[in-house]
Each structure stands twice: as structure tokens, then as C-alpha cells.
């Protein structure tokens, strides 16, 4: 495809059920970085995978979400246990390479917590 | 950490009046990035400074990267309603570690 794909666009779930979210970056896209942003807030920064490099999970909120990249390529985040607070719009970026590259966004996921 | 901060939070403005807004970093940065997002969109690449003291025009807007290369400023000349939305500055500590963003100045224009 012509940029990054996000799955599902919109997903509403029950509190304490699990949620998957999928990305898929602009293939040949190195870094991929996930971000949580709330209602008229900025960009939350969750995690960032580089090449084969160990991932910087730096920023998950809690162990409840975590995240993986299959061959360097599709990622999913992975929420267990959805919270009310969890709901937001769950931004997907990726980049030819780390830091020193521009990030092409995905349209995001709207993830509804009831 | 690194940390970039962005002043103002929110900034409302009349149509045709200036506009600038102000990223820190409390880092040296390798470079600095650009991006603005529509309500209801999602964050778009304007521009990337990469020299100390680098000025960048993109017809009314001017960006600007410190000589310290620790700040940078995004200024719109006569906003315009098309230019609604929030502006995000990011930059990487070093050219190899991840982009961290701005918390984003959020633009309003009145008619």
C-alpha cells in the first residue's frame, strides 16, 4: 500500500476484555512506533521498534499492554484487561530508519472502552 | 530523558493575525521535525531542520532552528481557517535514538 493501514478504524469493547490493534507500516520501513492520544491531547509515545533491535517499551502505561513486530514488519499492540481509561485513538507511525527520518502516520484506531 | 516542551498549549487567533509557536528541548537535538494535524486526523510531516540557525519558509509559514540547536519556532504569517489544527515539533537526541514529540500548540482561527 501507499502509506500505513491501521486496523480495525474503530473498536468499541466491553471493560476487562482484550483488544488487539494492527498496523502495518510502508514496507521497507525500519522503525515503527506506536502512540496513544487522547481526546484534544498530544501524542503519547508507547513503543518503538527498530530494525532487530530489543524495542524500547519505555512508555507502556502499564504491563497490561504490550506489543510485538512480526518479521520486522506488521505490528500489533495488545491491550489485556481493558480499563475505561484506556479508551483513546491508538496512532501507528513508521520511518525509513530511527530518529533522523520523517514519520509517516496511520489514520489510527478508535478504541472505545464501556 | 530527553524532553521537548512546546509553548503555547492553545492559541486562538483572528484570521489574518500572526501566529507563532516555540518548541525546547532540553537536549541538543540532531535535528528538529515539523507536524501538523487536522481535527479529526492524524499528524502530517511539514519540515525537517537539521543546521544551527536554519530558517525554512513554506510560503506563510517559517520555521527556525536555534543556533544551540536546543529550540526551534514554527511563525504563520495572516493565518488563515485552512491553517486550524495542532502543530507538533519532534526531534531525536541523537540521529539514532527515537523522535520524541512536543506536547502540540493547538491552533485556532476565527473568522
Known amino acids: 500500500g501507499a502509506g500505513v493501514s491501521q486496523s480495525p478504524s474503530n473498536k468499541v469493547t466491553e471493560k476487562g476484555k482484550d483488544v488487539e490493534l494492527r498496523c502495518d507500516p510502508i514496507s521497507g520501513h525500519t522503525a515503527l512506533y506506536w502512540y496513544r492520544q487522547s481526546l484534544g491531547q498530544g501524542l503519547e509515545f508507547l513503543i518503538y521498534f527498530q530494525g532487530n533491535s530489543a524495542p524500547d517499551k519505555s512508555g507502556l502505561p502499564s504491563d497490561r499492554f504490550s506489543a510485538e513486530r512480526t518479521g520486522g514488519s506488521v505490528s500489533t499492540l495488545t491491550i489485556q484487561r481493558t480499563q475505561q481509561e484506556d479508551s483513546a485513538v491508538y496512532l501507528c507511525a513508521s520511518s525509513l530508519g530511527p530518529g533522523a527520518y520523517e514519520q509517516y502516520f496511520g489514520p489510527g484506531t478508535r478504541l472505545t472502552v464501556t | 530523558g530527553q524532553q521537548v516542551m512546546q509553548i503555547p498549549q492553545y492559541q486562538h487567533v483572528q484570521e489574518g493575525e500572526d501566529f507563532t509557536t516555540y518548541c525546547n528541548s532540553s537536549?541538543?537535538?540532531?535535528?528538529i521535525q515539523w507536524y501538523k494535524q487536522r481535527p479529526g486526523g492524524h499528524p502530517v510531516f511539514l519540515i525537517q531542520l537539521v543546521k544551527s540557525g536554519e530558517v525554512k519558509k513554506q510560503k506563510r509559514l517559517t520555521f527556525q532552528f536555534g543556533e544551540a540547536k536546543k529550540n526551534s519556532s514554527l511563525h504563520i504569517t495572516a493565518t488563515q481557517t485552512t491553517d486550524v489544527g495542532t502543530y507538533f515539533c519532534?526531534?531525536?537526541?541523537?540521529?539514532?535514538?527515537?523522535?520524541?514529540f512536543g506536547e502540540g500548540t493547538q491552533l485556532t482561527v476565527n473568522p
Open positions: 537536549t541538543t537535538l540532531s535535528n
Open positions: 519532534a526531534g531525536p537526541g541523537t540521529s539514532g535514538s527515537r523522535l520524541t
